[in-house]
Antibody, heavy 113, light 107 residues
Framework: EVQLVESGGGLVQPGGSLRLSCAAS????????MNWVRQAPGKGLEWVSV???????FYADSVKGRFRISRDNSKNTLYLQMNTLTPEDTAVYYCARDDLAYWGQGTLVTVSS | AIQMTQSPSSLSASVGDRVTITCRAG??????LNWYQQEPGKAPKLLIYDVFRLHTGVPSRFSGSGSGTDFTLTISSLQPEDFATYYCLQDYNFPWTFGQGTKVDIK
């Protein structure tokens, strides 16, 4: 069974950093492309980033240069390093596999002073 | 970025109704169009990919159609568990973009 479990969310001050993790089971992150999608409170879905099996990465314009997606194949875990956070980054962050066919339950990131 | 425009933004319907939601892309996206369902407080679920292909386990009352720039999600007979928000997504090119969502609630 495919399972994705996000962790690492929390309260962070503007300008701060946070690293999210997404532990996968039932499949290998090395053999699938993996995404991060976020949803601000009461708002719609926003695709954030993807990492392909070959290591290529792509980002939404809103996070380019501030966020970095990566994975650890030995831990079967996906990561999102988030730097220079602003209140506009406040959202539930989901990891999702392939064309967003499978999703985790999400982790809430709140950027506030 | 390709803009995805859904309509309507919300609708009220009754159990058993036929419901249609449309999604228009700002440019042609071939068949790279997916539909997702999100219940309040839960993660989205994939319903349909590549315009019309049902994801595993999705009931056959859901269907998708369209091509180029105009796409449709149809629920043939609305069930109580279908009251949710629906989103389209283009994964034709980066950045992938979602429609703004269509909330389906009980009339």
């Amino acid at each position: 069974e495919v399972q994705l479990v996000e962790s690492g969310g929390g309260l962070v001050q503007p300008g701060g950093s946070l690293r999210l993790s997404c532990a996968a089971s039932g499949f290998s992150v090395a053999n699938n492309y993996m995404n991060w999608v976020r949803q601000a409170p009461g708002k719609g879905l926003e695709w954030v980033s993807v990492i392909y099996t070959g290591g290529s990465t792509f980002y939404a314009d809103s996070v380019k240069g501030r966020f970095r997606i990566s994975r650890d194949n030995s831990k079967n875990t996906l990561y999102l390093q988030m730097n220079t956070l602003t209140p506009e980054d406040t959202a539930v962050y989901y990891c999702a596999r392939d064309d967003l066919a499978y999703w985790g339950q999400g982790t809430l990131v709140t950027v506030s002073s | 970025a390709i803009q995805m425009t859904q309509s309507p933004s919300s609708l009220s319907a009754s159990v058993g109704d036929r419901v249609t939601i449309t999604c228009r892309a700002g440019q042609g996206i071939r068949n790279d169009l997916n539909w997702y369902q999100q219940e309040p407080g839960k993660a989205p679920k994939l319903l349909i990919y590549d315009v019309f292909r049902l994801h595993t386990g999705v009931p056959s009352r859901f269907s998708g159609s369209g091509s180029g720039t105009d796409f449709t999600l149809t629920i043939s007979s609305l069930q109580p568990e279908d009251f949710a928000t629906y989103y389209c997504l283009q994964d034709y090119n980066f950045p992938w973009t979602f429609g703004q969502g269509t909330k389906v609630d009980i009339k």
